[in-house]
């Protein structure tokens, strides 16, 4: 049962979650909410310490569609980043600002970007694409298009309110719906054109702007045991986001790109990592 402790705190975190918004807002579904996905996530972690090697896919299927088909398709709630803004805009802390302050803006602090490698609806489609370790090095100067689409989610959201436009949360939704397609479709164009499934994780995503700030400072990291280690290579070939994992330094793609999807620990043959 001891290697099973770090599951158990990781539900034991998302259940003290559960019961504080529950009681806090009295509302049932906070209750829902972070039980699944904390069961979900300590279901992964469970399962990888068994040397399940589809652990993390099970995670991020389990909490993508929960997220993409309930949350937003059934209960019409906006959980993209136009509907952070929109709830936001209108002060009404509701699932979508809860969302982002535990999954991308405070959690990063403790998680890093564990969000982008267990639970995101994009990437979980994403991941199914051939290219899972990029056949080519990381592209120089596109960073900054995450500015951009960052931008104009927050532009678009904004000229709704000021434009006083009506029925703005019907709009919200097929936003939801119409964004996610975009997403899905440039996506996997750029997997496509870059030989790479991250590719839109790495240079597209507005989230990022969020995710990769607060990330740098997470407490959970991938460390080296330069003792252990025989520098055969095949942790960084294993990589799907170029992290150099052999380099504990945080410069800026080591401390913020890292999506905790351990296959480099599983390609490790020394468990240096
Ligand atoms: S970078 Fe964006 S698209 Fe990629 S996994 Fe993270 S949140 Fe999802
Ligand atoms: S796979 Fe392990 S032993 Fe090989 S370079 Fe990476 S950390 Fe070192
Ligand atoms: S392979 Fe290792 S360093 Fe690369 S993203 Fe996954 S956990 Fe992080």
């Given at each position: 049962?001891?290697?099973?402790?770090?599951?158990?705190?990781?539900?034991?975190?998302?259940?003290?979650?559960?019961?504080?918004?529950?009681?806090?807002?009295?509302?049932?579904?906070?209750?829902?909410?972070?039980?699944?996905?904390?069961?979900?996530?300590?279901?992964?972690?469970?399962?990888?310490?068994?040397?399940?090697?589809?652990?993390?896919?099970?995670?991020?299927?389990?909490?993508?569609?929960?997220?993409?088909?309930y949350l937003?398709?059934?209960?019409?709630?906006?959980?993209?980043?136009?509907?952070?803004?929109?709830?936001?805009?209108?002060?009404v802390f509701?699932?979508?600002?809860?969302?982002?302050?535990?999954?991308?803006?405070?959690?990063?602090?403790?998680?890093?970007?564990?969000?982008?490698?267990?639970?995101?609806?994009?990437?979980?489609?994403?991941?199914?694409?051939?290219?899972?370790?990029?056949?080519?090095?990381?592209?120089?100067?596109?960073?900054?298009?995450?500015?951009?689409?960052?931008?104009?989610?927050?532009?678009?959201?904004?000229?709704?309110?000021?434009?006083?436009?009506?029925?703005?949360?019907?709009?919200?939704?097929?936003?939801?719906?119409?964004?996610?397609?975009?997403?899905?479709?440039?996506?996997?164009?750029?997997?496509?054109?870059?030989?790479?499934?991250?590719?839109?994780?790495?240079?597209?995503?507005?989230?990022?702007?969020?995710l990769k700030?607060?990330?740098?400072?997470?407490?959970?990291?991938?460390?080296?045991?330069?003792?252990?280690?025989?520098?055969?290579?095949?942790?960084?070939?294993?990589?799907?986001?170029?992290?150099?994992?052999?380099?504990?330094?945080?410069?800026?793609?080591?401390?913020?790109?890292?999506?905790?999807?351990?296959?480099?620990?599983?390609?490790?043959?020394?468990?240096?990592?």
């Amino acid at each position: 049962m001891k290697k099973y402790i770090m599951p158990m705190m990781m539900f034991a975190v998302f259940e003290a979650v559960a019961i504080t918004l529950w009681l806090a807002k009295g509302n049932l579904f906070y209750l829902f909410n972070f039980t699944y996905i904390g069961a979900s996530v300590a279901l992964g972690v469970g399962l990888f310490i068994q040397g399940n090697r589809n652990a993390r896919r099970v995670t991020q299927l389990l909490v993508g569609l929960y997220m993409l088909v309930y949350l937003g398709l059934i209960s019409n709630e906006n959980m993209q980043i136009e509907g952070f803004w929109y709830y936001l805009f209108t002060g009404v802390f509701e699932a979508a600002t809860i969302h982002y302050a535990v999954a991308k803006i405070f959690g990063p602090l403790l998680f890093g970007r564990g969000w982008c490698g267990y639970a995101c609806w994009t990437a979980m489609v994403l991941d199914f694409l051939p290219y899972k370790v990029p056949r080519h090095p990381r592209r120089k100067g596109l960073g900054p298009i995450r500015y951009l689409t960052f931008a104009v989610s927050l532009a678009f959201v904004s000229a709704l309110f000021l434009a006083h436009v009506g029925n703005i949360e019907r709009i919200m939704f097929w936003a939801f719906v119409v964004g996610n397609a975009t997403y899905y479709a440039v996506g996997i164009a750029l997997a496509y054109a870059f030989e790479d499934n991250r590719a839109f994780c790495k240079y597209v995503c507005p989230i990022t702007v969020f995710l990769k700030p607060m990330s740098y400072y997470s407490l959970i990291r991938i460390t080296c045991d330069h003792d252990k280690c025989i520098e055969c290579g095949k942790c960084r070939r294993a990589c799907p986001m170029d992290v150099d994992m052999l380099d504990d330094s945080r410069n800026r793609v080591n401390g913020t790109e890292c999506i905790l999807c351990m296959e480099c620990v599983r390609n490790c043959p020394r468990k240096a990592l």
